[in-house]
């Protein structure tokens, strides 16, 4: 913080400009120095002086780098830059990257070992977000950037991923030269659109020459046709071992590229997806307000996030420009969408996955103010589109495309970012410990002095049944889950019955359970009322199963033995863990999932649906002989 006010106590005082760029000025006039001290560091760590040299280092430059990015457009901020450019600062910064790539535009140069150890050092990243803040709004730092000739290098750079960003970093530099933002603040937008075109046509032309060369080994040719247009023919039958041709995983492979976690193992793919802002209800306090969440839906068509950003500069370039979600509304398959949701590999950096989640949030929060953390919006966020299937509602109202088949494969990776945020903040896996604990003990039933939740709510909070069942699944054992079970199953009825009959609970979430109209008597209109709710426990214990349940693998067995975190975890938490990052696995559980949810539907009474359920047995050891006893119990003992 203080690094970022710095600029401003000297603005208009030339003297205090001179003193502030002096203190930096023996850090950033040999950046391989610096270098060389951080491996060292790495090498060694456990050398004291060493460890406080690099660290003094490090600490005195990234300062640097906040004052270079806090630096405004202004008369004393361009000031300020020119002292910076008088010392020499913003030229060695430039050279030192001209030397540690100097392999740059050798034929093959991304793939020398040059190249490679320049990714690894230090110093890129800082210097890269350092001359983005220098340059900003200042011709002079701009000129000195195009001088050296480093735009092919920052160029080539902005293709890179890995979790030192240096990718990022690269292209927001360019985008600051170009004058992205509209402020004037870029002057070299032509040059950086040369280098762009140039490299997107180079790509298409060996695109192109690959194609063909394929068409030639199958035997196919292309050919204009009279019209102008083209088509494929065959010019000679040589398609034996066609069969052999090897493909992306199943539904995992990017609309752009046509590839996936397989052969682009590290790049992360996302879905796009379509969310908007719903209000839950009644609040805690009985407001009219109540809170806000978000309900997401999916079409399920996938991108990766590099080849969705270089569709949306080419967007943004044609002579018609489109939107950004305007353009991949038409690669969504002319379904709306206004997020792209991370879908996390077994190999992507962990660096990677945790940037474009927080985007991914950053674009949720445009919508509206919703409330909570991000985990709880989440999990509403899952409550709802399990609600979805439980009612058999639309999944394409408002998206306009994307149904039942695409959305089950959505879902387990809505659970894979829950998890993710629930392993970030070990204080919030303890509070949903605690009040999953509390609110399975107010439900459990087999005390009489169990109340209804519409009257004294368990100090879990207000939160739903639906929510409650969430959380369960995301932070409790199968075993758990089943020892459980009953009592959820319970709670459900008990909330299911009083929806229809017209008293409130402590929250209703809108539209979700149970929206047919009834009337009361009879054991036909009691199944109608209940089975949207049996519907959303089965879903519940479908994932339970699917997540939690098997045999340990060569891979889990890995995850235990590696770090003293793993060893914290439960073998159930291990066995998740391995699940939620096989993607090919979770996107053909949607077919077992989707099998399941048709069984259940067809069900014609409440023993069917039941031991469809899996949860027949609940029933029988609760004493009682029928269902409808079990039901009505249930709903009676919530009453009580």
């Known amino acids: 913080m203080v690094a970022r006010i710095l600029p401003y106590l000297t603005y208009g005082e030339s003297a205090a400009m001179d003193v502030l760029v002096q203190h930096f000025d023996p850090y950033l006039q040999d950046w391989s120095e610096f270098d060389r001290l951080q491996k060292q560091y790495e090498d060694n760590p456990k050398d004291e002086k060493t460890a406080q040299q690099a660290a ?145 046509d180079e790509m298409r032309r060996r695109a192109l020459k690959k194609r063909e060369q394929l068409l030639q080994g199958l035997g196919m040719r292309q050919e204009l046709t009279s019209d102008g247009g083209e088509r494929i023919v065959v010019s000679q039958p040589v398609l034996e071992g066609f069969e052999d041709v090897e493909d992306e995983e199943d539904g995992l492979a990017c609309m752009v590229c046509r590839e996936g976690y ?96 927080d985007q991914y949030w950053d674009y949720l929060n445009s919508l509206g103010r919703a409330d909570g953390s991000r985990l709880r919006l989440l999990t509403y966020d899952i409550v709802l ?21 695409s959305n089950s494969k959505f879902l387990p990776f809505m659970i894979q970012m829950a998890r993710h945020l629930l392993d970030q903040d070990s204080s919030q896996r303890n509070n949903l410990a605690k009040t999953i604990a509390t609110y399975l003990s107010s439900s459990t039933l087999e005390s009489k002095a169990s109340t209804s939740p519409s009257t004294q709510p368990p100090s879990s909070g207000d939160e739903t049944i639906q929510f409650m069942m969430v959380s369960s699944l995301l932070s409790e054992s199968y075993d758990s889950w089943l020892k459980h079970r009953r009592a959820f199953l319970q709670r459900g009825i008990y909330h299911a019955y009083m929806q229809k009959h017209g008293r409130s609970l402590h929250r209703t979430t809108p539209n979700v359970l149970g929206s047919t109209s009834v009337d009361s008597g ?74 399941w949810l048709d069984d259940m539907t067809s069900a014609n009474d409440l023993q069917e649906s039941f031991d469809v359920i899996g949860a027949l047995s609940d029933v029988l050891a609760s004493g009682h002989t029928r269902c409808e006893d079990f039901v009505y119990a249930s709903i009676n003992l919530g009453k009580s």
């Not at 340059?135 to 701009?142: P, R």
């Not at 589109?385 to 088949?405: P, Q, V």
């Not at 109608?528 to 339970?544: A, F, K, N, R």
């Not at 067995?557 to 979770?586: T, Y």
């Open 522 to 595: 009879g054991s036909d209109e009691l199944f109608s009322t209940i089975q949207p709710m049996l519907v959303y426990t089965g879903l519940i214990e479908q994932l339970q199963c699917y997540f939690k349940v098997g045999k340990s693998s060569t891979v889990v067995d890995q995850i235990r033995e590696s770090g003293d975190e793993s060893k914290k975890l439960e073998a159930w938490e291990i066995l998740m863990k391995e699940r939620l990052l096989n993607v090919k696995d979770m996107v053909a559980f949607s077919k077992e999932l989707l099998t």
């Open 385 to 405: 589109m399990l609600a979805r299937f439980a009612t058999g509602a639309s999944f394409s109202a408002d998206s306009r495309g994307g149904g039942k088949e």
């Open 262 to 357: 397989r052969l682009r193992s590290t790049d992360l793919l996302g879905a796009y997806t379509y969310s908007k802002r719903v209000n839950l209800g009644v609040g805690s306090s009985g407001n009219a307000r109540g809170d806000c969440v978000y309900t997401t839906v999916s079409h399920f068509n996938i991108i990766h996030f590099q080849c969705h950003q270089e569709a949306k500069r080419a967007d943004a370039a044609l002579k018609n420009p489109k939107k950004e979600w305007d353009g991949a509304a038409l690669r969504n398959n002319e379904t709306l969408c206004n997020n792209l949701f991370p879908l996390r590999g077994p190999t992507v950096p962990i660096g990677q996955y945790i940037r474009y989640v």
């Open 56 to 200: 003094k280092q490090k600490f005195a430059l990234e300062n640097f780098v906040r004052v270079s990015e806090s630096l405004k457009t202004s008369s004393c901020g361009e000031r300020l830059k020119d002292i910076i450019l008088e010392k020499g600062i913003t030229a060695v910064a430039v050279r030192h990257l001209k030397t540690c790539f100097a392999c740059t535009g050798q034929p093959g140069f991304k793939s020398t070992a040059d190249w490679a150890s320049g990714l690894k050092l230090s110093s890129v990243p800082l210097i890269l977000s350092m001359l983005r803040g220098l340059s900003m709004g200042h011709l002079a730092t701009q000129r000195c950037i195009d001088e050296e000739g480093i735009l092919p290098l920052l160029h080539a750079l902005e293709s890179v991923s890995g979790e030192n960003e240096i990718g990022a970093k690269a292209e927001n530099l360019l985008d600051t030269l170009t004058d992205k933002e509209g402020t004037d603040n870029g002057f070299l937008t032509e040059k950086v659109r040369q280098l762009r075109h140039a490299t997107r």
